[in-house]
Each structure stands twice: as C-alpha cells, then as structure tokens.
C-alpha cells in the first residue's frame, strides 16, 4: 500500500496569515489527491481532488498543488471558520490510502 | 441534499460481528457511484474498507477481504457493513461515504459512528 505521510500534524497559525499542508506519498501518485476537511462533530467535506481542483462551493481560498510525490494544500488569508482538522486522500493506488491528519487551530 | 447517516451499536464485544447502516437520502443508490466505507482508529489512522457500487458489485481492502462484507437495500436506500470476529483493534470511528465514479474521491460523507470493541 502507497505511504501518506501527512505535516504538520498540528499547526497554529493568526486570522489572515496562508497556511500549508503538506503530504508525502511513498511513491508516485499522479495527482490522485484529495484533500478533505473535517471540523469536530461534523463529517468530512471536500475540498480538493485531483490534486488542485477545487470542489464545487469550497472557498477559492483553498488550493492545492504538487506532483509526483509531494502535494500541499494552501489556505490563504485564514479564516476563523477555517479552523479543523485537514486530511489528504490518495487515490491513484489501490487501496485508498489516507494522511494522519493535520489539527488546525487559530493563534 | 444528499445526506448520508451512519447508525448501529457503540459497542461491540470481541470475537462478535460489527454491523452498521447507512441510510442515505437525496440520492438513489442503485442511479449511480460507488458507496463506501472507512474508518478512522483512535489516533487518527484512516482506513478505507471497501465499496458497493449502484450495480451490488463489491470491492474489499484485501487487509479486511475475509472479515468484511458489505450487501444493501435497495428498498430503503440504505447499504450495510458488516465485519467479523472483531477484536478490540477494530475500535474506530465508522463512516460510510460516497465515491466518485471514476475517480475515488468521496464527495459527500456521513457524520460517523464511534464503535467501541470491548468485553
């Protein structure tokens, strides 16, 4: 199975400042890569797929890019409702392998 | 809207069956994609467990292929996981999901259901 190795996995960052996340793939995935949300309580929503195209109604303050191996996701200008936890997905292997997770809080 | 809900027991003793529900609405499963488990160990570990497609074709984690199965009812629009002899390592939070077609990404997701193996 294809290795995430998502990080941070915690971050702490000030209302306006860009925030990324990365995840590492064990080898190639091709931009399969979904990045999904998650706040506590609620169920995952997605944000990214194909690495960085960006799903029909997230905020364009989202995004994400890579290739091969390495992909991020940027949140730009941070938001108070931006703060959760943030996972990426590959998809390009089969089975579907996911990150750890990166626990976003506000400073 | 398409919503998706997870239901079933919080507890489970070692050795038993694991058996849950998702119930969806604001969509048909048998008009299309493919429906999904996964789950998410205490610690944040996520595991994707397999699928039903629209068709009631299935498609397994060979980690789980000789525990899991997953059937559903088209009737009630509702599909099913169940996973045997359990053992306290299957302590997750249990989320069902639906993929892309095509793709495998999931676009919409259910909130999750804590189950708990423990005698």
């Known amino acids: 199975d294809i290795q995430m190795t998502q990080s941070p996995a915690s971050l702490s960052a000030s209302l306006g400042e860009t925030v990324t996340i990365e995840c590492r793939a064990s080898e190639d995935i091709y931009n399969g890569l979904a990045w999904y949300q998650q706040k506590p309580g609620k169920s995952p929503q997605l944000l990214i797929y194909?690495?960085?195209s960006l799903h029909t109604g997230v905020p364009s303050r989202f995004s994400g890019s890579g290739s091969g191996t390495q992909y991020s996701l940027k949140i730009n200008s941070l938001q108070s409702e931006d703060v959760a936890s943030y996972f990426c997905?590959?998809?390009?292997?089969?089975?579907?392998?996911f990150g750890a997770g990166t626990k976003l809080e506000l400073k | 809207e398409i919503q998706l809900q997870e239901s079933g027991p919080g507890l489970v003793k070692p050795s038993q069956s694991l058996s849950l529900t998702c119930s969806v609405t604001g969509y048909t499963i048998t008009s299309g994609y493919d429906w999904s488990w996964i789950r998410k160990f205490p610690g944040n570990k996520m595991e994707w467990m397999g699928y039903i497609s629209y068709s009631g074709s299935t498609n397994y984690n060979p980690s789980l292929k000789s525990r899991i199965s997953i059937t559903r009812d088209t009737s009630k629009n509702q599909f099913f996981l169940q996973l045997n002899s359990v053992t306290t390592e299957d302590t997750a939070t249990y989320y069902c999901?639906?993929?892309?077609?095509?793709?495998?990404?999931?676009?919409?997701w259910g909130q999750g259901v804590m189950v708990t193996v423990s005698s």
């Open positions: 999901a639906r993929y892309q077609l095509g793709a495998y990404y999931f676009d919409y």
């Open positions: 194909n690495a960085n």
């Open positions: 997905q590959q998809y390009y292997d089969y089975p579907d392998t």
